[in-house]
């Protein structure tokens, strides 16, 4: 027996268990890093939508969107209900209703169904010019100020300014309208 060789053989062993011990050890803590990071990101992850147009880029989690996707969807439902024709309104009504939150479709669809008879018995169209728009992104609303115009039989009869408070919600993942509402147009 060759003590010399058997004790340098022993010395390489544990050496190498040295080695694989410290291999083990940081495989242990990258699972560990990366079962914290996936922990972390559930429950935050961000869906691409598409709105109608996109003029800016977006962004929307699981409980809320980003300001921009605020801003482009309440341009354009503010364009479905104040920019209509006796013509156009129908199609404007049934496009608006598809994003309208379920607990207010009703009352919508009662409200446009009104609006539209209006329109076709005195001959008019509205629209609306958006001046700015003001997000409140913790609430997810958007305050429409901007410019009403009114015509009947093809004369204007009023031009005025007026401020729109649109109220969003979120269910199963989507953007859903909650109001749209007339507010006092009083700059911030």
Request: charged share 25%.
């Amino acid at each position: 027996m060759d003590f010399q060789r058997l004790s340098g053989d022993l010395q390489s062993l544990r050496q190498r268990n040295t080695r694989l011990t410290l291999a083990v050890g940081l495989l242990s803590s990258s699972h560990v890093i990366a079962l914290a990071v996936i922990l972390s990101l559930l429950g935050s992850v961000r869906t691409v939508v598409v709105p109608p147009e996109i003029h800016k880029s977006f962004w929307v989690s699981a409980r809320r969107a980003s300001p921009e996707y605020l801003e482009q969807m309440a341009s354009f439902i503010a364009w479905l209900v104040l920019d209509v024709t006796p013509a156009s309104i129908d199609w404007k009504k049934d496009t608006l209703l598809g994003y309208v939150a379920p607990e207010q479709h009703g009352e919508f669809r009662a409200r446009q169904e009104l609006e539209s008879e209006r329109l076709k018995r005195i001959n008019a169209s509205t629209a609306f010019a958006p001046l700015q728009l003001q997000v409140d992104d913790h609430a997810q609303s958007v305050v429409v100020r901007g410019r009403l115009r009114t015509l009947v039989n093809g004369l204007e009869t009023s031009t005025e300014l007026r401020a729109y408070r649109v109220d969003f919600g979120y269910a199963g993942a989507r953007l859903h309208l909650k109001t749209f509402k007339e507010i006092p147009y009083a700059t911030k």
